[in-house]
């Protein structure tokens, strides 16, 4: 079972970044949607951004609380994906994910995390006030 790998995350402190990774050695990455997601203690996951595949134009998303602090790209070349986290706040606070959608453009409010085949083990992250 071909699984991703997620790294990067830490303790930061409010207002800090991080920038987390998302790799395999399994399989290209090239035509795979990938999001991001995170669960913080006692709360549902939730989808954070994605980054569509080859096909996708480009596309990517975000969930409306990291708008305009979190950026995500992909270097094919290296067969990862980033998720550049700024302005870091508490609420951040989570265990991130990363997954793989075996589709060319993502959205965050239709797919659902059944259509992701690939997931990675998590990282953690946290936001010191």
């Known amino acids: 079972q071909w699984q991703l790998v997620e790294s990067g995350g830490g303790l930061v402190q409010s207002g800090g970044s991080l920038r987390l990774s998302c790799t395999t050695t399994?399989?290209?990455?090239?035509?795979?949607?990938i999001g991001w997601f995170r669960q913080a203690p006692g709360k549902e996951l939730e989808g954070v951004s994605c980054?569509?595949?080859?096909?996708?134009?480009?596309?990517?998303d975000f969930e409306d609380s990291v708008k305009g602090r979190f950026t995500v790209s992909r270097d094919n070349a290296e067969n990862t994906v980033y998720l550049q986290m700024n302005s870091l706040k508490p609420e951040d606070t989570a265990v991130y994910y990363c997954?793989?959608?075996?589709?060319?453009?993502?959205?965050?409010?239709?797919?659902?995390?059944?259509?992701?085949?690939?997931w990675g083990q998590g990282t953690q992250v946290t936001v010191s006030s």
């Open positions: 997954a793989a959608e075996p589709r060319a453009k993502c959205n965050l409010q239709r797919d659902t995390t059944d259509e992701y085949d690939y």
């Open positions: 399994g399989f290209s990455l090239d035509y795979y949607a």
């Open positions: 980054i569509s595949g080859e096909g996708g134009g480009g596309w990517t």
